[in-house]
């Protein structure tokens, strides 16, 4: 069974910068676009950026479009989400999924930026 585990979350000031990550096996990592989302409380869960199976291509909503960073490492089974200049509106939990073809939902990683 394929598991997303994702961490790196915490709560940080406006300004700051915090940096996720979400393990997978590669089973369905290396072949896949990957894409971070994020769910905040009394919303529904939004895409937020998502990278190409090689990692050349990347597209953010633009919301985060110059603040966040996605990458990978396919040695790693690992996705990445750079976060600078956090705004409190960014809080929420974040995710990890196959791109458009999303399997079973990880536990998500919980980002809280205060004003």
């Known amino acids: 069974q394929v598991h997303l585990v994702e961490s790196g979350g915490g709560l940080v000031q406006a300004g700051g910068s915090l940096r996720l990550s979400c393990a997978t096996s590669?089973?369905?990592?290396?072949?896949?676009?990957m894409g971070w989302y994020r769910q905040a409380p009394g919303k529904q869960r939004e895409l937020v950026a998502t990278i190409s199976s090689g990692g050349r291509i990347t597209k953010y909503a633009d919301s985060v479009k110059g603040r966040f960073t996605i990458s990978r490492d396919n040695a790693k089974n690992t996705v990445y989400l750079q976060m600078n200049s956090l705004k409190p509106e960014d809080t929420a939990v974040y995710y990890c999924?196959?791109?458009?073809?999303?399997?079973?939902w990880g536990q998500g990683t919980q980002v809280t930026v205060s004003s």
């Open positions: 999924n196959v791109y458009r073809a999303p399997i079973e």
């Open positions: 590669g089973s369905i990592f290396s072949i896949n676009v």
